[in-house]
């Protein structure tokens, strides 16, 4: 990934396989990146606030700034002419530990699409591809699509999109502090339910009725609670 050539992890399509540990299937592994951990942490943790949560930090759980580790609940369609032929609901957990984020994937379940909705969630601890044909259809779809995800997820990190952190402490606890910039605020706050320009070109990040965040250049000057 040095060379100004080299492919992005999209590009090469690189596959995660599914595999089974202790009869359950998983998606585990390492990739390891050239910066060191803080950014890799920053910049995994804004990719999963901007590319699963839906709102705030809804799909986040068990947050450890210290031990740069935290999880989240994501959902995948599998679409296939426009329409959604398989739903995934899955855990993943991600850890930082010496330049390496090591993930997994695991309590995957999947909906199968029916003529009037989805139908009830199972497991695919419980296929059998092997011989099943439609069962390891429905396996193949889902490391398609996790692929797809962590290779979004590698290149972000790659191309270092978040800005340099330094309010960890306060990240941590999510304390909003003046001068912090807009990423540091979106890691300890998540999406804004509202975001607009007031007319004194101040941007204003609005979350419900708990707080107003007002940026000025790029930088945290008043918080309104």
Not at 27 to 49: C, H, K, P, R
Not at 78 to 94: A, E
Not at 143 to 158: A, G, P, R, W, Y
Not at 180 to 191: R, T, V, W
Request: glycine share 4%.
């Amino acid at each position: 990934m040095s060379s100004i050539n080299a492919q992005t992890f999209v590009e090469q399509k690189k596959i995660y396989p599914v595999t089974l540990n202790e009869e359950k299937r998983v998606v585990t592994g390492f990739q390891s990146f050239t910066i060191d951990d803080n950014e890799i942490f920053s910049n995994a943790l804004m990719w999963v606030i901007n590319n699963i949560c839906e709102r705030e930090r809804d799909a986040l759980f068990d947050i450890n700034v210290a031990k740069k580790e935290f999880s989240f609940n994501a959902t995948l369609d599998y679409i296939i002419s426009g329409k959604s032929k398989y739903q995934y609901i899955f855990k993943g957990n991600m850890k930082i530990v010496d330049r390496k984020l090591v993930y997994n994937l695991y309590d995957i379940e999947y909906k199968t699409n029916s003529i009037l909705n989805f139908s009830s969630t199972s497991s695919i601890n419980k296929l059998n591809p092997e011989k099943n044909k439609k069962q390891k259809e429905i396996i193949n779809a889902f490391q398609e699509l996790e692929s797809k995800m962590l290779n979004s997820l590698f290149d972000v990190i790659t191309e270092k999109k978040c800005s340099i952190i330094t309010h960890w402490d306060d990240i941590n606890i999510q304390r909003p502090v003046k001068g912090m910039n807009e990423d540091e605020c979106l890691l300890a706050f998540g999406k804004a339910n509202n975001i607009y320009e007031d007319n004194n070109n101040r941007t204003q990040w609005s979350y419900g009725l708990n707080f107003v965040l007002i940026f000025k250049n790029g930088l945290l000057e008043t918080i309104i609670r």
